[in-house]
């Protein structure tokens, strides 16, 4: 079973930096992938990043590229999402989640665990 918990969020001004982590208590199989996705209030969550755990490809979606990158330590079993250059638009709450293969990354209903979520607000 992963259990996923993600870091507190923050508040940061626009244009500053945020560093979030995930860790999952139990094992991560190397076909597994890691997601980030983000939700605005009323609306369904939307795709942020990913990465393969044992391939190490990295996935963003078009609004975070060049800004945000994933990235992963296997011996933490712990996912990072480093986000720079943040706008009020990224304000939103983050959720890390897991899938038992490395497929579709991008499509929230693929993920089979998922973390509760962690709120970041970038001010203007």
């Known amino acids: 079973q992963v259990h996923l918990v993600e870091s507190e969020g923050g508040l940061v001004q626009a244009g500053g930096s945020l560093r979030l982590s995930c860790r999952s208590s139990g094992r991560i199989f190397t076909s597994y992938a890691m997601g980030w996705f983000r939700q605005y209030p009323g609306k369904n969550r939307d795709f942020v990043a990913a990465i393969g755990w044992s391939s190490g490809n990295t996935y963003y979606a078009d609004t975070v590229k060049g800004r945000f990158t994933i990235s992963k330590d296997n011996a933490k079993n712990t996912v990072y999402l480093d986000m720079n250059s943040l706008k009020p638009e990224d304000t939103a709450v983050y959720y890390c989640?897991?899938?038992?293969?490395?497929?579709?990354?991008?499509?929230?209903?693929?993920?089979?665990?998922w973390g509760r979520g962690t709120q970041v607000t970038v001010s203007s």
């Open positions: 989640a897991a899938e038992t293969e490395e497929d579709l990354v991008a499509s929230v209903t693929v993920y089979d665990y």
